[in-house]
């Protein structure tokens, strides 16, 4: 199944991540699955993987926590749209997961002092899209 995923981390302190000074808080990285969706989001709950994309750096370091991922099955690219919508809660983290979006997102990472995740929901059926959540810990 094609799709649309937004995984939600947690860092319970300070850290530089690759290029990034990064705060304790939520974390909120919106990506796209052209093929397998939830293979794709199975991929980023590994702590042992290689690194391709900026959130691997985030998802295999020791200090963040992936507590879940909210995916929604569409054949219609809806990664940017998405991420513009959901972004507007936090604090965008300028060029993460961007460098390839042909939308002039900011960055396809936000931050948040606390938890988003009904937020996050309303805005994906705001968007005409049914999500569902995967893997959700509880903090």
Same mark, same amino acid.
């Given at each position: 199944?094609?799709?649309?995923?937004?995984?939600?981390?947690?860092?319970?302190?300070?850290?530089?991540?690759?290029?990034?000074?990064?705060?304790?808080?939520?974390?909120?990285?919106?990506?796209?699955?052209?093929?397998?969706?939830?293979?794709?989001?199975?991929?980023? !709950?590994?702590? +042992?993987?290689? #690194? &391709?994309?900026? %959130?691997?750096?985030?998802?295999?370091?020791?200090?963040?926590?992936?507590?879940?991922?909210?995916?929604?099955?569409?054949?219609?690219?809806?990664?940017?749209?998405?991420?513009?919508?959901?972004?507007?809660?936090?604090?965008?983290?300028?060029?993460?997961?961007?460098?390839?979006?042909?939308?002039?997102?900011?960055?396809?990472? !936000?931050?948040? +002092?606390?938890? #988003? &995740?009904?937020? %996050?929901?309303?805005?994906?059926?705001?968007?005409?899209?049914?999500?569902?959540?995967?893997?959700?810990?509880?903090?």
């Amino acid at each position: 199944m094609k799709g649309v995923y937004t995984l939600i981390l947690l860092l319970r302190k300070k850290k530089k991540v690759y290029k990034w000074s990064l705060q304790p808080g939520y974390y909120y990285y919106t990506g796209s699955a052209l093929n397998n969706l939830e293979a794709r989001v199975k991929r980023h !709950f590994k702590k +042992e993987k290689r #690194k &391709r994309w900026h %959130i691997d750096y985030l998802t295999t370091d020791d200090d963040v926590e992936l507590i879940g991922a909210i995916c929604a099955g569409t054949n219609v690219k809806m990664e940017c749209k998405v991420n513009r919508a959901i972004s507007k809660l936090g604090e965008v983290i300028v060029g993460f997961g961007s460098s390839d979006c042909k939308s002039k997102c900011g960055g396809h990472l !936000f931050r948040t +002092e606390e938890l #988003k &995740r009904s937020e %996050i929901l309303m805005e994906y059926r705001r968007l005409g899209l049914n999500p569902y959540v995967i893997s959700f810990t509880a903090v």
